[in-house]
Nanobody
């Protein structure tokens, strides 16, 4: 089991930047992929960015070139540098981890951190 705690959300004007952090604890060695998802009011949760234990990175098209995901060397933290923020980026951002588990894969979520971008 992995526990995830996010931080770094807040209120920022359009064009500004924020850096989100997620610290993992528990069965860290089992983590295969960490990433960020977001959910805006009335919308489904969507993947924003992921990074695998081997360094493979994926972004949703809408943040390509603006956001950068990174992971600590020991794999216990993941970060999301968000630049050129837009009002449509406003959402609750959740840290996510996929890990190995007996009988399949585990899916763990953080509590979420609010990001609000004003126009």
């Amino acid at each position: 089991q992995v526990q995830l705690v996010e931080s770094g959300g807040g209120l920022v004007e359009a064009g500004g930047s924020l850096r989100l952090s997620c610290v993992a604890s528990g069965s860290i060695s089992s983590i295969l992929v960490m990433g960020w998802y977001r959910q805006a009011p009335g919308k489904q949760r969507e993947m924003v960015a992921t990074i695998s234990s081997t360094g493979f990175i994926n972004y949703v098209d809408s943040v390509e070139g603006r956001f950068t995901i990174s992971r600590s060397d020991v794999g216990n933290a993941v970060y999301l540098q968000m630049n050129s923020l837009k009002p449509e980026d406003t959402a609750v951002y959740f840290c996510h981890a996929t890990g190995q588990a007996r009988g399949g894969f585990s899916q763990d979520w953080g509590q979420g951190t609010q990001v609000t971008v004003s126009s």
